[in-house]
T-cell receptor, first 117, second 115 residues
């Protein structure tokens, strides 16, 4: 079955330091991968997506992610954290679920990013 | 240009009741997907509507049903509510079904509490 594992439930960084949010996926077909951010009491906003083009994907607000097929990873990074980056981040995979024979969209359990002043 | 809108924002129901949630997609979008997000968890896919038909469905019981109207808006209906149905229900819209590569735009959600 298709799955997404976000390796850290909480990440805390200082403002101005790099951010790394880790995501591993399992999918039996060439997947599409997404990162979404959810601020408190707000809907999900797309940060970036990978759809089999360039493996290094640049998104909004300075975020980027690299698709590594050999490692089945799609980690999210940002060179310098801002206070406004504090939020919940979700890694999402979209691909064929061989168990059900249908395309499925699967969310990870989320990583809460805290940014310390 | 309005984004995805959902109504109501909050709702309180009791066990056994029925509830209807509504979603209007972003202008120009024709596909609507519904998700359930329990507290502290990631969203789980309920189903997707395109051309007024349910195109895909996640692992949810038949108590969860939906509808899409000719103007692309959508409803999510849940019958015989259980305490475990308490969650944030998210609607997402997109244009077409591009083998999972389409970008989905999410609404702010409807928070349902079942007592």
């Amino acid at each position: 079955a298709q799955s997404v594992t976000q390796l850290d439930s909480h990440v805390s960084v200082s403002e101005g330091t790099p951010v790394l949010l880790r995501c591993n996926y399992s999918s039996s077909y060439s997947p599409s991968l997404f990162w979404y951010v959810q601020h408190p009491n707000k809907g999900l906003q797309l940060l970036l997506k990978y759809t089999s083009a360039a493996t290094l994907v640049k998104g909004i607000n300075g975020f980027e992610a690299e698709f590594k097929k050999s490692e089945t990873s799609f980690h999210l990074t940002k060179p310098s954290a801002h206070m406004s980056d504090a939020a919940e981040y979700f890694c999402v995979v979209s691909g064929w679920d061989m168990d059900t024979g249908r395309r499925a969209l699967t969310f990870g359990s989320g990583t809460r990013l805290q940014v310390q002043p | 240009d309005a984004g995805v809108t959902q109504s109501p924002t909050h709702l309180i129901k009791t066990r056994g009741q029925q509830v209807t949630l509504r979603c209007s997609p972003k202008s120009g979008h024709d596909t609507v997907s519904w998700y359930q997000q329990a507290l502290g968890q990631g969203p789980q896919f309920i189903f997707q509507y395109y051309e007024e038909e349910e195109r895909q469905r996640g692992n949810f019981p038949d108590r969860f049903s939906g509808h899409q109207f000719p103007n692309y808006s959508s409803e999510l209906n849940v019958n015989a509510l259980l305490l475990g149905d308490s969650a944030l229900y998210l609607c997402a819209s997109s244009w077409g079904i591009d083998r999972g590569r389409e970008t989905q735009y999410f609404g702010p959600g409807t928070r349902l509490l079942v007592l």
